[in-house]
């Protein structure tokens, strides 16, 4: 059950830390099977505001058959970060975690990568949302259903449009790795408000 999170250049602190956190939390205080190894083109990736950080691997090592997820941190296209995320290398990562079938996690414009690789052609998602919704207007050219929603599930893709979505889409991965009851446990745990049906919208 193990989850990929790729460390693009320029990737957000905030958007990444999210999925180290509540899949951390599931695995160290409810025993989940939810480990996750973190990636790069590189073994140090600069992150936007200039935070370095080391990943576990780099996109070479990585075979996507001893994956379950794809986690995707939306990152500043001034601190480099779609040099990276429109690379071939890494849209034929996703489009491999599709084929199979397998879940991607994308917080805000972490979409448009997954957009411009072809999966969502068809498919609902969406992106970032202000600025004149520049994002989302970018998204639409690759032939996606924009939908101006907080978060937007289609199949095995999850799509969320600004950084304040952040946890919600790291919940619901963890909820797609296990099951409802048991995200909404470590929701509830974290401090987060749990719905009377313990679901997440």
Not at 11 to 33: C, I, N, P, Q
Not at 164 to 179: D, R
């Amino acid at each position: 059950m193990k989850t990929l999170l790729f460390a693009l250049k320029g990737f957000e602190t905030m958007e990444f830390s999210v999925f180290v956190d509540v899949l951390g939390w599931a695995r160290h205080d409810y025993k989940y099977d939810v480990p996750v190894v973190t990636c790069g083109f590189q073994k140090e990736v600069i992150s936007t505001f200039n935070v370095p950080i080391l990943v576990d691997k780099t996109i070479d090592e990585i075979n996507v058959d001893d994956y379950a997820a794809l986690a995707i941190p939306g990152g500043f296209e001034e601190f480099g970060f779609y040099e990276e995320a429109y690379d071939e290398r890494f849209l034929h990562l996703i489009r491999e975690f599709d084929r199979q079938q397998k879940i991607i996690a994308a917080i805000c414009v972490a979409a448009l990568p997954v957009g411009k690789s072809g999966v969502l052609r068809g498919r609902k998602a969406t992106t970032y949302h202000l600025g004149g919704a520049f994002r989302q207007k970018q998204l639409k050219e690759f032939q996606v259903e924009v939908v101006n929603e907080p978060i937007v599930v289609d199949q095995n893709i999850i799509t969320s449009y600004c950084p304040e979505t952040a946890a919600g889409v790291a919940f619901k991965l963890l909820e797609k790795l296990t099951s409802n009851e048991k995200m909404s446990i470590v929701k509830h745990a974290m401090g987060f408000k749990v719905k009377e049906d313990l679901g997440i919208r």
